[in-house]
């Protein structure tokens, strides 16, 4: 059953790509967005056609600073998707802890304290929406992604068990696990240090990361644009009772995450190391 009402909608990293085109296609069907990044410098509001929020989803203060303008200026916050992220490519013993904290920091812990700000606003009101943006490469482990695969891994049961928590006040969480997207992930892609030769000298992995990351950035500039994203988020939002996970991407893709359920794990893990020649 759908919904006909217009919802107050807070968006985190939608200065460009995925969050971007959703929070456009929402202010297109009437509802009011509010649009964060950690950066407002160079961010036109005005050519964006919502408002913008700095918001550092790495800091607790500027969380709830970030919400409480928007149920100061809009007196209720009905829909949050926990967007803001990034990606990091390299091998796994050639990422330093650091390295790796970081990343869980942002996509992990940012959705989590996002979480935390918003929740006892839809308890109190007794309903709620909170659609945390997964990937596909958080319900399969990929080569040379393996951190981020990490950090959507646990933002899958992070959502799968607050779902079961929160329901009874009335509140859905909902996770949208997009393919491969063309957007510019790709191009702000972090590298980690010891995987560029002029840090410590050529990684061991150097070779077999670099076909990977090619095929990688390949599949990515030629993805789906994200206004799939965008269109399978309308429906969620204006469903009264989504679903709690929503695959986006051309059907091969779609068919990967149905194989990697139903096929042996060692024939899956051999036909991804082929595809991504490693």
Known sequence: MARTTSRVILITGARSGI??????????????VYG??????????????????????????SIRAGVDEVLKTAGRLDVVVNNAGFGYGGAIEDTSIGEAKALMETNFFGALRVCHAVLPHMRARGEGLIVNVSSIGGLMGLPFQGLYSASKFALEGLSASLRMEVKPFGIYVVLLEPGDI?????????????????????????????????????????????????????????????????????????????????????????????????
């Not at 950690?38 to 800091?59: H, K, T």
């Not at 670099?210 to 204006?238: F, H, K, M, T, Y």
């Not at 995450?257 to 096929?263: D, I, K, N, P, Y």
């Open 36 to 61: 964060t990044s950690r950066r407002l410098a160079s961010v036109d509001a005005a050519a964006l056609g919502y408002p913008m929020l700095a918001m550092d989803v790495d800091d607790d203060g």
């Open 182 to 278: 063309c957007t510019s992930f790709t191009s702000n892609r972090r590298t980690v240090r010891a995987a560029k030769d002029d840090a410590f000298g050529a990684s061991v992995y150097h070779e077999r990361y670099a076909a990977a990351l090619s095929r990688i950035e390949a599949d990515e500039q030629g993805g789906s644009p994200p206004d799939v994203v965008a269109r399978a988020l309308l429906r969620i939002v204006n469903h009264r009772s989504p679903r709690p996970r929503y695959v986006v991407g051309p059907f091969y893709e779609r068919i990967a995450v149905w194989a990697s359920r139903m096929l042996p794990a060692g024939l899956f893990e051999r036909i991804l190391m082929t595809y991504y020649g490693v």
């Open 19 to 32: 969050g971007r085109a959703c929070a456009t296609a929402l202010v297109g069907q009437g509802h009011r």
